[in-house]
């Protein structure tokens, strides 16, 4: 008796090439961003009304100069309380951190998720050119972990 039917040895099937999932892919592009001398009585409305904790203060040309938060307007009402210092005359350019940390729009998500662990911040601003481009937080990582999860992980 033959053999019928005979395809011969059958080749490992091929893994598609996982493409790196790149910060650039997840930042925020169109961003709510502050001036040097704005109020910080409007820093703190827009603040409210976008939903945000904080944003990237940039000049004209969209270079960044610093970052203002949630956390810097609420340090300014308490000053502003116990030294009984009024607020209207208070500019975003007293307040905010002038010392900030960037992060490349080229790094790899995973890599990213590692420097907010690391570094305990809630917003990474991303630059190019000497120019804002957009911004990375907590939140898009996860949304490109969940992502990430669909193609990779497994219960």
């Not at 940039?58 to 956390?71: A, F, H, Y």
């Not at 007293?94 to 990213?112: C, F, P, Q, S, Y």
Request: aromatic share 6%; charged share 30%.
């Amino acid at each position: 008796m033959g053999i019928k039917s005979f395809m011969g040895k059958r080749a490992a099937p091929e893994k598609p090439a996982e493409a790196p999932i790149l910060v650039k892919d997840y930042m925020a592009e169109n961003l709510v961003t502050f001036r040097e001398h704005e109020n910080i009585m409007d820093v703190m409305e827009k603040l409210i009304k976008h939903g945000i904790s904080g944003g990237c203060v940039v000049n004209e040309k969209m270079e960044l100069l610093g970052i203002i938060s949630e956390g810097d307007c609420m340090k300014q009402i308490s000053d502003s309380r116990y030294y009984n210092m009024p607020m209207a005359d208070l500019t975003v350019g007293k307040r905010m951190h002038t010392n900030v940390e960037t992060i490349d729009g080229n790094m790899n998500v995973l890599d990213a998720a590692k420097k907010f662990i690391e570094m305990k911040f809630r917003r990474f601003p991303i630059i190019e050119d000497g120019r804002l481009v957009g911004q990375i937080s907590q939140r898009d990582v996860l949304r490109a972990a969940l992502k990430l999860k669909a193609h990779t992980w497994t219960y």
